[in-house]
């Protein structure tokens, strides 16, 4: 099992920027996609950005948030962050970090707890 511990969220104003931070802890060796969904009230939960771990760590982002958002990843401190820059109010949302382990084809997936992201003047 993984466990998971966003850090970041916070209020902005438009335009501004922010860093989401996730530590992993327990079976990280054999994560093999790393990513970062959010949750804006009344809406379904959307993949933002994902890192796989195969293939030299290649990223997927939303086409809403491409150009603005990075993911990134350091494996020597386990963990996966999001910077956002341009952030929009409609960015607003609870931000969840998410990983996933395939392991003999099964996908063992665990989630953060949330962390909320505000962006308003």
């Known amino acids: 099992q993984v466990q998971l511990v966003e850090s970041g969220g916070g209020l902005v104003q438009p335009g501004g920027s922010l860093r989401l931070s996730c530590a992993a802890s327990?079976?990280?060796?054999?994560?093999?996609?790393m990513g970062w969904y959010r949750q804006a009230p009344g809406k379904q939960r959307e993949r933002v950005a994902i890192?796989?771990?195969?293939?030299?760590?290649?990223?997927y982002y939303a086409d809403s948030v491409k150009g603005r958002f990075t993911i990134s990843r350091d494996n020597a401190k386990n963990t996966v962050y999001l910077q956002m820059s341009s952030l929009k109010p409609e960015d607003t949302a609870v931000y969840y970090c998410?990983?996933?382990?395939?392991?003999?084809?099964?996908?063992?997936?665990?989630w953060g707890q949330g962390t909320q992201v505000t962006v308003s003047s």
């Open positions: 890192i796989v771990s195969a293939g030299g760590g290649s990223t």
């Open positions: 998410k990983t996933v382990r395939v392991v003999s084809g099964t996908p063992f997936v665990s």
């Open positions: 327990g079976r990280i060796f054999s994560i093999d996609v």
